[in-house]
């Protein structure tokens, strides 16, 4: 896999840098401190012409670095169920195909801290180098699983003790008048479609963010960060 842009190839430098096999620098490309930090490493520079950088990863601001890396590695979810896992607050995802949103969720709940993602192997997109990109080092503070079945996930996770809560547009409680009950699963699901209904049907409860101006919706990673504040403020308290 393919790192680039400078803050997603410096986070992974601070974080895991054994992950990194080699490192593409155009040949004007100017951050000494990103560089000092390459070369304590021992991680191996390739200075390369701007035709050829693109030529390894066709994207938009690659900021003159790429980061050959190893494949992203997820987390086993029986490893999530562990009990001294039960300080952190899963995030299932149903079915969310746009990466730009998977790897915004991803940097979110990194900044808040105490999440881990859940994600199916099919109908949803997995890890890629383009949700890295927009994770922005996220991918280093959270742990994701990806499991063949969302629901039977879910099932596991609420014999596992966890409660199980999903958003809905309109219809839920809302977020704001509720009191949580730990350790939580949120389930999201995809704009347009919401979460399924064999996924519905395994919730303990709905809820809703008030909406008071335009007849609109937050799109699901906007969504995310405002379930995840309340989230992390409620179990703060508790």
């Not at 303990?204 to 937050?218: H, I």
């Amino acid at each position: 896999m393919f790192l680039y842009g400078k803050n997603s190839v410096l986070e992974r430098l601070k974080t895991n840098p054994g992950s990194i096999k080699k490192i593409f620098l155009q040949d004007n490309f100017n951050a000494p401190h990103i560089i000092k930090i390459i070369k304590s490493k021992d991680i191996t520079i390739d200075r390369v012409s701007e035709k050829e950088l693109i030529r390894i990863k066709r994207a938009d601001r690659l900021q003159g670095i790429i980061a050959e890396v190893n494949k992203f590695t997820y987390t086993p979810f029986e490893k999530l169920l562990d009990g001294s896992a039960n300080n952190l607050s899963l995030i299932f995802l149903d079915s969310i195909n746009d990466p730009h949103n998977l790897g915004s969720i991803m940097r979110i709940t990194a900044c808040f801290g105490s999440f881990a993602l859940v994600i199916p192997k099919h109908g949803a997109c997995e890890v890629n180098e383009t949700v890295l990109h927009v994770a922005s080092g996220g991918e280093n503070f959270i742990p994701v699983s990806i499991v063949t079945n969302l629901s039977t996930a879910l099932r596991e996770a609420k014999n596992a003790g966890y409660w199980a809560v999903g958003t809905v547009v309109e219809g839920g409680e809302d977020i704001n008048n509720i009191s949580l009950y730990f350790p939580l699963c949120l389930v999201m699901g995809a704009e347009g479609k919401g979460i399924r209904h064999g996924i519905m049907k395994h919730l303990d409860l709905k809820v809703s963010l008030p909406m008071k101006g335009a007849q609109l919706s937050f799109n699901v990673a906007m969504a995310c960060a405002i379930f995840a504040h309340e989230i992390t403020k409620q179990n703060t308290v508790k």
